[in-house]
Nanobody, 121 residues
């Protein structure tokens, strides 16, 4: 069974940094785009960053210049380096990926379980 597992969330002071990781496991043939979304209390889930298998990235305007997405394709892992964190970055961060399993020719979209990031003094 394919699954995404995130790690690296926690409590950090404003201006601090955190690095999130997400690893896909299971019977995987290939992974296309991977990315990060977040959902704050009372708000809709929103895009934070995406990265293609070739390394092309896309960021929400609110995180440009502060967050950096990267990936290790051989390890089926995507990272999100978050710098200069602000209280408004507080949210549950979800990993997302388009994955083709070993026994199919179709890509399917998967979500991780989420990891809490809290920015507070």
């Amino acid at each position: 069974q394919v699954q995404l597992v995130e790690s690296g969330g926690g409590l950090v002071q404003p201006g601090g940094s955190l690095r999130l990781s997400c690893t896909a496991s299971g019977p995987i043939r290939s992974i296309n785009a991977m990315g990060w979304y977040r959902q704050a209390p009372g708000k809709q889930r929103e895009l934070v960053a995406t990265i293609t298998s070739g390394g092309s990235t896309n960021y929400a305007d609110s995180v440009k210049g502060r967050f950096t997405a990267s990936r290790a394709n051989a390890e089926n892992t995507v990272y999100l380096q978050m710098n200069s964190l602000k209280p408004e970055d507080t949210a549950v961060y979800y990993c997302n990926a388009d994955i083709r399993g070993l026994f199919t020719n179709l890509y399917r979209n998967y979500w991780g379980q989420g990891t809490q990031v809290t920015v507070s003094s």
